[in-house]
């Protein structure tokens, strides 16, 4: 087992993983910017080691500076979190390089999952069900073309190397098409400095359902069930559901024995998340997450696991030493991501928080770094806590939610704590009956 591991992270995460480590008596160090001395993921590790100026890419992205703050701690490994480093295939050979253990998985599967046109290949070609669309890159508008022809309108033109939502652009007929290609390929170069996109079929009212997988590195692979992310806005998650009010078992149990066999065959390592659009009872793949997600806590919650303690130990090499059959889901769970963001205009709200007050009692976890007197930088991303709740059944955890969002308290920012009580006070929320629009139409008062 490792003696010490380095956080290249800040925030709830950073304080998740260091909670981990603590567990398995391991040694945490954080590394942080010059806008982060202050931060509680600094103030709880055992070291910190302050790694550059403010902005993430001279800081959190500053690879030569984490890598010497791994070697002057002596740290053993390095967990990166989610966002950040935590999807770059060179940082994870760099850190195997210079003889520190990655935990996450190997560089070719983070390399290969990255781009979203081989990781659809290589998910097609063991046997995962995918959205139609074209086959590959699309070299040029004539092909676009032709495949949209082939596949029917409306269709969506998205970003090889994508992530976050961006470089994606819907055609609803072909009149669209110059422009959504065009569109899409500018933002994708901007973002992700490649232009390289491909082609789906645009589901008119799909699900957002994922799939949690863990691997050791002995060719065990288990899956710890789906959840539920269709509550988006512009892509992006707000609140998600463990298990998803539209999966029965039985569906549940197909999709996971899919999804293992395949990465079995792929000789996957380490957490992952598969993510499908499920609608008319089909899923079909859309890409996979090659590290822990934001939203994992209400898969923990359902499945009573630690999915960071599970990551250290087979890193490790340890065996994951359960089957699928030990895998239980309990109740049901909910996660709202309360950001530091106007609740109506989703404007950042970065500043001092003055007061903190975090909710309690049965089946209720907060997951955040936000203490009274802390200063919201806003240098980064806007999300200060999660609120997970678990309970017996899903319309117990709804009233749980509430009455927890009602107890939490953080005062001078103004945050989405408003937003998310309108949400579960909703009839059409509580009906379960949603899709990826549902959000949309929601705050934009339709
Ligand atoms: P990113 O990596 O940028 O998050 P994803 O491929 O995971 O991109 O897609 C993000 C979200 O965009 C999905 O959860 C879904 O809401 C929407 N989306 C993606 N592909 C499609 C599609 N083919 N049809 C309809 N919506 C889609």
Request: net charge negative.
């Amino acid at each position: 087992m490792f003696r010490k591991i380095l956080i290249a992270n800040r925030g709830e995460i950073a304080l998740r993983i260091q909670r981990a480590c603590r567990e398995l008596g391991i040694a945490t160090v954080a590394v942080h910017s010059t806008a982060d001395a202050e931060a509680m993921h600094v103030r709880l590790a055992d070291e910190s080691v302050c790694i550059g100026p403010p902005p993430a890419k001279d800081s959190y992205l500053n690879i030569p500076s984490i890598l010497s703050a791994a070697a002057i701690t002596g740290a053993d490994a390095i967990h990166p979190g989610y966002g950040f480093l935590s999807e770059n295939a060179g940082f994870a050979d760099m850190v195997d390089a210079h003889g520190l253990t990655f935990i996450g998985p190997t560089a070719e599967h983070i390399g290969m999952m990255g781009d979203k046109i081989a990781a659809k290949a290589a998910m097609a070609a063991v046997g995962v069900p995918l959205v139609p669309g074209s086959d590959g890159e699309l070299a040029g508008l004539d092909s676009a073309r032709s495949v949209a022809a082939h596949i029917g309108y409306p269709v969506l033109i998205k970003a090889a190397a994508g992530g976050g939502g961006r470089g994606m652009k819907v055609a609803r007929e072909t009149a669209d098409l110059e422009d959504a290609f065009t569109l899409a390929r500018g933002e994708a170069r901007a973002a992700f400095g490649s232009d390289s996109v491909y082609m789906e079929k645009y589901l008119d009212r799909p699900r957002h359902i994922e799939l949690q997988i863990m691997a050791d590195n002995h060719g065990h692979v288990v899956h710890f069930g789906e959840r539920d992310c269709s509550l988006q806005r512009r892509h992006q998650k707000l609140l998600e559901e463990a298990g998803s009010p539209a999966i029965k078992p039985a569906q549940r149990d197909a999709l996971g024995e899919t999804a293992t066999a395949a990465l079995r065959k792929l000789g996957y390592r380490n957490a992952g998340t598969l993510e499908f659009l499920y609608q008319d009872g089909q899923f079909a793949f859309i890409e996979m997450n090659t590290r822990l997600q934001v939203e994992h806590p209400v898969t923990e919650m359902l499945c009573d696991i630690d999915l960071v303690r599970e990551q250290i130990r087979v890193a490790a090499g340890s065996l994951l030493g359960y089957e699928q059959r030990d895998i239980n889901f309990d109740g049901h769970a909910i996660e709202c991501r309360i950001t530091a963001e106007d609740p109506v205009t989703f404007m950042p709200t970065p500043g001092r928080v003055t007061a903190f007050h975090a909710p309690g009692g049965l089946g209720v976890r907060v997951d955040s770094a936000l203490y009274a007197g802390y200063f919201v930088p806003p240098f980064y991303d806007s999300l200060v806590a999660k609120l997970i709740v678990h309970a017996p059944t899903r319309s117990r955890a709804i009233d749980r939610m509430r009455r927890a969002l009602d107890e939490f308290a953080v005062v001078g920012i103004k945050t989405t704590i408003p937003l998310h009580q309108r949400i579960v006070d909703d009839a059409g929320f509580q009906a379960g009956d949603y899709t990826i629009h549902w959000l949309e139409d929601f705050v934009s008062g339709g």
